[in-house]
């Protein structure tokens, strides 16, 4: 009796642990507050009340959608065609900046090419046990990454990727040039996204450049 009592809490334990892995989300949107602390410019911070990042995942393909006082962009990119778009809309102007694999890759190696340094701090930020990471840029920038573990995202291309982390972003923190941007996470669903949010339009009087035309005028930044 007592061999099959311990069979029982060793088969226990196992299916605990099994159920506690880190959970991995392949379809997911994320919704993060943007808030801007910049004590040199108060007045520029204004332009980003109320400001949003949202962030749609499935399987290879992700749309990234920014909004502000100022205007809104949006990016788009499938990993298994190598194909995407950024779609800005800024005083007026609409622009539509084609993307290859290559030019993805470039436009988000400031995020994806960091190393970032674990730390013993932990936080519970809207109900998410997260652990600290902190990054120095080549740039001098500053990136804190808070981050829950419980959690990863299975495209590890998407904007504003973080691929040295293995978790979830809850809040992330960029400070440059006296300012700091902080992202909190605020909302998360697992519902299915139609996969016709991840096409590129083909119409909407867009000002239409390649990755190469768009740095020459800075439009990519």
Same mark, same amino acid.
């Given at each position: 009796m007592k061999?099959?009592?311990?069979?029982? =809490?060793?088969?226990?334990?196992? %299916?605990?642990?099994?159920?506690?892995?880190q959970k991995v989300l392949n379809e997911v949107y994320l919704k993060y507050t943007v808030a801007l602390v910049a004590d040199k410019n108060p007045?520029? !911070?204004?332009? %980003? &009340?109320?400001?949003s990042l949202s962030i749609y995942i499935k399987g290879g393909a992700s749309r990234t959608e920014m909004y502000n006082n100022l205007g809104n962009e949006i990016s788009l990119f499938d990993n298994n065609t190598g194909k995407g778009a950024i779609l800005k809309e800024y005083s007026g102007q609409k622009l539509m900046i084609y993307l290859s694999? =290559?030019?993805? !890759? &470039?436009?988000?190696?400031? %995020?994806?090419?960091?190393?970032?340094?674990?730390?013993?701090?932990?936080q519970l930020i809207n109900g998410y046990n997260c652990k600290k990471s902190i990054a120095t840029l080549d740039d001098g920038d500053r990136l804190v990454v808070y981050f829950s573990p419980?959690?990863?995202?299975?495209?590890?291309?998407?904007?504003y990727a973080f691929p040295d982390i293995n978790g979830l972003p809850i809040r992330f923190e960029l400070e440059s040039s006296g300012m700091k941007f902080v992202y909190t996470l605020k909302d998360i669903s697992y519902d299915i996204i139609p996969v016709s949010k991840f096409n590129i339009p083909t119409s909407g009087n867009y000002r239409i450049l390649n990755y190469d035309e768009a740095k020459k005028i800075k439009s990519i930044e």
């Open positions: 061999k099959y009592y311990l069979l029982f =809490v060793l088969c226990t334990l196992f %299916f605990t642990s099994k159920s506690k892995a007045s520029y !911070a204004k332009a %980003f &009340e109320g400001a694999r =290559v030019n993805w !890759a &470039e436009k988000n190696k400031h %995020f994806q090419q960091l190393k970032l340094s674990a730390t013993k701090d932990q419980d959690y990863t995202l299975n495209n590890k291309q998407y904007n």
